[in-house]
């Protein structure tokens, strides 16, 4: 069973910072493509970002670039996302995801485990 836990959210300021961490259970971590989405109240779940197996290619969603770097550590079973820069429109629950396969992956049916959710609150 795979299990994901995530930490680091919380109720920010505009243009503060935040840190989230994602720890994922099992002997499988380098073999998975990884992803952050966020939900907003009332809007469909959306990517933020994807990292490949070997964090050799990024994805980030438009809205994001130049202010969220995803990043993993295979050694410590953990993936991260550095938000800087952080607008009231980031406001949203942040779910990390993974999943088996090569390469990048943009949509949520893509992926097999999902974390439980941490809520992401930037006030203007």
């Known amino acids: 069973q795979v299990q994901l836990v995530e930490s680091g959210g919380g109720l920010v300021q505009a243009g503060d910072s935040l840190r989230l961490s994602c720890a994922v259970s099992?002997?499988?971590?380098?073999?998975?493509?990884m992803g952050w989405f966020r939900q907003a109240p009332g809007k469909e779940r959306e990517i933020v970002a994807a990292i490949s197996r070997s964090a050799g290619y990024t994805y980030y969603a438009d809205s994001v670039k130049g202010r969220f770097t995803m990043s993993r550590d295979n050694a410590k079973n953990t993936m991260y996302m550095q938000m800087n820069s952080l607008k009231p429109e980031d406001t949203a629950v942040y779910y990390c995801a993974v999943g088996y396969g090569v390469g990048l992956r943009m949509t949520a049916y893509e992926y097999d485990y999902w974390g439980q959710g941490t809520q992401v609150t930037v006030s203007s």
């Open positions: 099992g002997r499988s971590f380098s073999s998975y493509f």
